[in-house]
């Protein structure tokens, strides 16, 4: 017997789907943080649960796309319908979007890949030594980057920004650096907002110029809507 949300889930994507912009469309969503292995028993990670990435990916399904999503260690449920694929590394995500994005028309990349890793990986199970120890960390590439060359020149681009400072500006350049075209921007200082629970402030730009907009606390699902709302324009224009 399926769990009611599941039923719900589907029912809302007959009714929605059958006209659902995203209909025939194929959407490649991120989620979750990466970890990266320090020795056997031990890893760096961050505190993003995938809740986000995890209501982008039911809300595309609702409207008829066709879904892939690539999970980090998320800490929710995964989406109903869509074909989840697990990584690990922040190098694992990468070569999973690279993988992916031949096939993608919207990619959203609402994961916190961790952005250092350790240089080396220790073969066994780090013991005390009675003294502090230092790890060196290499830098992680830049998904966003790495995988420019695999999309297609149609694909629809949203990104993420989570900052604590020069909000906009930040948000801004990471736009145009990431070549993205829509930024989804959060204030990791703000409560209610960011990583870990059910409702999200943010601000989103567009890297074709305009305001940007400024969206109230809204919960995760309803943050998802408008943010599909705003790609679906993008992918209609193309
Ligand atoms: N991102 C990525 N690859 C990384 C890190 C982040 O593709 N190695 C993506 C995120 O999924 C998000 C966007 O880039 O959509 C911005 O992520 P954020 O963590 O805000 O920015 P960083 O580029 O990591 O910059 P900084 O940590 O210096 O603010």
Do not use: C
Request: zero cysteines.
């Amino acid at each position: 017997m399926p769990e009611p949300e599941t039923i719900v889930a589907h029912a809302a994507r007959t009714l929605d789907g059958r006209t659902g912009k995203l209909m025939g469309r194929t959407v490649l969503v991120t989620a979750g943080p990466t970890r990266e292995a320090i020795d056997p028993v031990r890893f760096l990670t961050n505190h993003s649960s995938g809740r986000m990435g995890v209501a982008l990916a039911e809300a595309a399904w609702r409207r008829g796309a066709t879904v892939t999503l690539v999970a980090g260690s998320i800490s929710v449920d995964p989406p109903v319908g869509a074909r989840v694929v697990r990584v690990e590394s922040t190098v694992d995500m990468r070569d999973a979007v690279a993988r992916e994005l031949p096939d993608t028309d919207l990619l959203i990349m609402a994961a916190a890949p961790a952005d250092y890793r350790p240089a080396t990986v220790a073969a066994n199970k780090l013991k005390k030594t009675g003294t502090s120890r230092s790890l060196e960390l290499e830098e992680n590439p830049d998904i966003l980057v790495s995988t420019r060359s695999a999309r297609r020149s149609r694909t629809v681009v949203v990104g993420f920004a989570l900052e604590t400072e020069d909000l906009l500006q930040n948000a801004r350049r990471k736009l145009l650096a990431k070549e993205m075209d829509l930024i989804v921007l959060n204030d990791a200082t703000e409560p209610g907002a960011g990583f870990g629970v059910e409702t999200n402030r943010v601000t989103i730009l567009s890297r074709n110029g305009g305001d940007h907009e400024a969206l109230p606390l809204l919960a995760k699902s309803d943050v998802a809507d408008a943010i599909l709302d705003r790609a679906e324009a993008l992918l209609d224009g193309r």
